[in-house]
């Protein structure tokens, strides 16, 4: 019986890190299938400059390299049904993940595979790369000119961050939106996490669903996992604080609810553990963070990466882009009752 070797990523900047991954990868198993993420969803989870090489591209790459046997083209933002279709017996990440991070890492060990994070080599990075080849904008919205007051300077930062995602992000935005009204058609409920501001956030957001954003309508179960200090503290001395958030979605969320998960750096492990419990109970996964996002971002069904690496400037845009959603379902709401 042939053992299939998974591992999956973008792969849009090949370095010796990534030869090294499929090198140790291969050694696994009979044969490895590499899944990479289609153009849109590389976007989706990169940002909207990225790709640099298209799929297919990418793709004959990939299967240059003598220890891939086969390239698979995924659209979605994880490979988890991918992993499915194909069935791995060895799943393979490298070590900037976690075993209890990687997709499909439960499916593969139910069925009695094996997962593997294999250590990096080096130092080598793809967004490292990145920020090399464009230093000139590298920490752009971060600049101050002098010839303009702070309050001038920040307040066209908050401007520009806007502008992109007016450019760049509407359509996921209203991906994002598209989640949530889905869910509250079908009776699912909403769980909200995040840390310091986006704990604010979380619990503002749940707010305005339960209670009403700008119009009457039923009030919608929203929950911030931010709220019950007797449940945080005791779980956080019980178990630890990155158990935080995910044993109470362990004990809230049911398939076909949704985790809207905060984190302006994209790798707070409690709100990562939180979206990695509620993937195994079926819930979708709305991600909100910020333009280095891109741990989150691939955890998610649906993301949005705020073009800011400021936290004030990603937490501004968060809460502008959670008023959105509450819109949209207030007036889905209202279309509904009028129909």
């Not at 994880?78 to 799943?91: F, G």
């Not at 956030?201 to 009030?219: C, L, M, N, S």
């Not at 998960?261 to 707070?268: C, L, P």
Request: proline share 3%.
């Amino acid at each position: 019986m042939t053992k299939t070797v998974f591992t999956n990523g973008c792969f849009d900047i090949l370095h010796p890190g990534h030869i090294e991954l499929l090198t140790q990868a291969r050694k696994l198993g009979d044969r490895l299938v590499v899944g990479i993420n289609s153009d849109r969803s590389v976007k989706a989870i990169k940002g909207h400059e990225r790709p640099f090489n298209t799929a297919e591209d990418r793709k004959a790459v990939l299967l240059s390299l003598k220890p891939v046997d086969e390239v698979l083209v995924f659209d979605e933002l994880t490979p988890e049904k991918l992993i499915h279709d194909i069935k791995p017996s060895v799943l393979v990440k490298g070590g900037d993940w976690k075993p209890n991070e990687i997709i499909g890492a439960d499916f593969v060990l139910a069925n009695g595979g094996e997962v593997h994070s294999i250590p990096l080599v080096g130092t080598f990075s793809t967004s490292a790369l990145v920020n090399d080849l464009r230093k000139e904008r590298s920490n752009s919205d971060a600049e101050i000119n002098d010839d303009h007051s702070h309050t001038s300077n920040s307040l066209k930062e908050h401007i520009k961050v806007f502008e992109e995602l007016l450019l760049d992000d509407e359509g996921m935005i209203e991906q994002c939106a598209d989640v949530i009204l889905n869910t509250v058609r079908a009776g699912g409920k909403i769980l909200i996490c995040g840390n310091g501001g986006s704990a604010a956030d979380a619990q503002h957001i749940a707010a305005e669903f339960v209670g009403r954003y700008e119009t009457e309508r039923k009030a919608l179960p929203a929950i911030a996992l931010t709220t019950d200090t007797s449940a945080l503290t005791a779980i956080s001395n019980d178990y630890s604080f990155e158990a935080v958030f995910s044993r109470q979605v362990s004990a809230l969320a049911k398939e076909g609810d949704c985790l809207i998960a905060i984190s302006t750096s994209g790798n707070s492990p409690n709100v990562i553990a939180a979206v990695m419990e509620a993937r195994k109970l079926g819930c979708r996964i709305i991600g909100m963070t910020g333009a280095k996002g891109k741990k989150l971002a691939s955890l998610s069904d649906a993301a949005i990466l705020v073009p800011s690496e400021r936290t004030a400037r990603i937490q501004e845009a968060h809460i502008t882009i959670a008023h959105i959603w509450c819109e949209a379902v207030d007036k889905m709401i209202a279309e509904e009752i009028s129909s």
